[in-house]
């Protein structure tokens, strides 16, 4: 039978392998060709643009950002709807025509990156997929070239929005979709862009940190609470503070409280929003379970990015998307990237709701990101020395549905009592509400933020090499289990590579994306291992059970 699709880019693709029925995400065959074009397309865009830079022209100022916009849209559960692709994708078409019109060097430019529109969408869009490369090897480093970029995408978007922009990552953007259109690198060309690829994202990482700290303050360590209000509230998902901060200005006085889900429990930590009085705390887990979660909340929901998951109706008219996010049947609230966004439909919306139903009531402790890390650090190489920290177990990366995540819950539980997790991204959900105490003071769970804030485990593994003295950072008490879902994950594994760290155990699987001999050479170059069971993994790193 002829596969209506191929996509493998999530760590819950089917079958281990790719899904090409529908995305166990929730699209389909037509929403899996249009985002193909659309990457297609913008690599299309990248490579007209890359040749007059070639020429000794500059990087017109919207091309980073829109080349961006349309790899974060492709996101693993990002935007559900044809529509809003279907528009990015004319827009990219119409601002490769201008560029073309308007060079005086058109002949120059490839026969293959000046396709017109004409024609269905769809069935273009089947014909420039992952499968179109032949050479399996090249198919996997491309892609993951590619799944890094879209990571970078995300972290430019997000600085951009504070008004954070870094040239030379944007030059990077644009030079490696242009050299992944087609079949222009051979296995070690590809090989060398891999690595220049996490060189970018801890560049553009250090990027996102400065501007989140530039515009809300250091993190500090925080204590937030799961309870509810009385009064009727919005839940705030995703990953984008900017929304944020501008809902919370707006509700101001309305009577509608402020709750965070998932990835956006770390604005919490952020000094910048005690300030506002309605902003109540955290609801809920990880992404996975918003479907549970969003229909306890009774109140509106607003998704700022991924991770949608494809609502129930018991909430589907309750849920708003904003940015790159979207899903057919749900209200989007416009905005450009800088732009001020009218957040009054869903704060009205709200008012007519019923108050949050409570579902648990205690409180998270986070805000461990490197500045704060740093001004422990005395206490913490006083525990270090004195034998009481043996160890600093990395369990950064992403959540999931699959069951074979309860892995990271049973490794967390079954861990030394010397030992302190250093945590970033939503798989915190998977052992941050266990209670697995302190040392002289010191929680041994550490929540560093949002994955992106996993450069700041990075700065603060760092820092403990110094602190040290050693030469080698595989040579601190660090262990690193990575748990993967999307390709946020995918850049930030990526940065450590390129970092120079060694061993990481990743899982709950191996990236269907890495064919056989990719996985072989990251394994005997960088020790990458996948996980096994909590019981032979604790006995690999502590020679105990």
């Not at 309605?278 to 979660?293: L, R, V």
């Not at 969003?294 to 929901?301: E, V, W």
């Not at 034998?387 to 600093?392: D, E, L, Q, S, V």
């Not at 209670?435 to 700065?459: H, T």
Request: charged content about 25%.
């Amino acid at each position: 039978m002829e596969e209506k699709m191929f996509c493998f880019q999530c760590q819950e693709t089917a079958k281990g392998t790719g899904c090409t029925v529908s995305g166990v995400c929730g699209k389909g065959p037509e929403l899996a060709a249009l985002q193909d074009l659309l990457i297609h397309e913008s690599r299309s865009l990248a490579s007209v643009v890359y040749k007059r830079v070639q020429m000794g022209e500059e990087i017109p100022e919207d091309i980073a950002p829109m080349l961006s916009c349309n790899l974060f849209t492709t996101i693993t559960n990002a935007n559900f709807d044809e529509d809003a692709i279907r528009e990015r994708i004319k827009l990219t078409l119409n601002r490769k025509a201008e560029l073309i019109g308007n060079s005086e060097n058109g002949e120059a430019f490839e026969k293959e990156s000046l396709w017109d529109g004409e024609g269905d969408y769809v069935e273009k869009g089947r014909t420039v997929g992952v499968l179109s490369r032949e050479n399996e090897n090249i198919r996997s480093l491309t892609e993951l070239v590619t799944y890094g970029l879209k990571g970078i995408s995300a972290y430019m978007k997000h600085a951009g929005v504070l008004g954070k922009r870094d040239r030379d990552t944007e030059e990077f953007l644009v030079r490696a979709l242009a050299l992944t259109l087609g079949n222009r690198l051979d296995e070690k060309q590809l090989t060398d862009l891999v690595l220049e690829t996490g060189k970018f994202g801890v560049q553009v990482m250090a990027l996102l940190d400065n501007a989140n700290v530039s515009a809300y303050g250091n993190p500090k360590i925080s204590k937030v609470k799961t309870g509810v209000g009385k009064n009727p509230g919005i839940l705030v998902s995703g990953h984008d503070l900017k929304d944020l901060e501008m809902l919370l200005e707006q509700s101001r006085g309305s009577g509608v409280d402020i709750y965070t889900h998932s990835e956006m429990l770390p604005a919490h930590y952020y000094p910048y929003f005690e300030k506002y009085s309605n902003f109540i705390g955290n609801y809920g887990g990880a992404w996975w379970e918003q479907k549970k979660d969003f229909a306890s909340f009774n109140g509106a929901i607003l998704m700022t990015t991924n991770c949608i998951v494809p609502p129930s109706d018991s909430y589907k008219e309750r849920l708003y998307t904003t940015g790159t996010a979207g899903y057919p049947g749900c209200r989007h609230i416009p905005g450009a990237a800088g732009e001020e966004k009218d957040f009054s439909c869903i704060i009205e919306h709200a008012k007519k709701l019923p108050a949050p139903t409570e579902i648990e009531n205690s409180e998270i402790t986070g805000g461990f990101a490197h500045s704060q890390v740093i001004k422990l650090a005395d206490k913490i190489v006083e525990a270090v020395k004195k034998g009481k920290i043996k160890k600093f177990v990395v369990m950064a990366g992403c959540d999931g549905r699959s069951p074979k995540r309860e892995y990271y819950t049973e490794f967390a539980r079954r861990l030394p009592k010397d030992t302190v997790i250093l945590t970033a991204g939503c798989a915190k959900y998977r052992y941050i509400k266990m209670n697995l105490g302190e040392i002289d003071g010191i929680p041994r769970v550490l929540d560093a933020g949002q994955c992106n804030d996993s450069y700041s485990l990075a700065v603060t593994a760092l820092k403990l090499k110094e602190i040290f003295g050693l030469s080698d950072i595989n040579d601190l008490p660090v262990i690193y289990n990575i748990a993967w879902y999307e390709q946020k994950a995918v850049i930030v594994l990526l940065a450590l590579l390129y970092l120079g760290i060694r061993n990481i155990r990743l899982g709950p699987t191996h990236p269907a994306f890495l064919s056989s001999e990719v996985g072989r050479v990251l394994k005997e170059k960088f020790g990458l291992k996948e996980i096994t069971t909590p019981e032979k993994d604790m006995e690999y790193y502590f020679a105990t059970v």
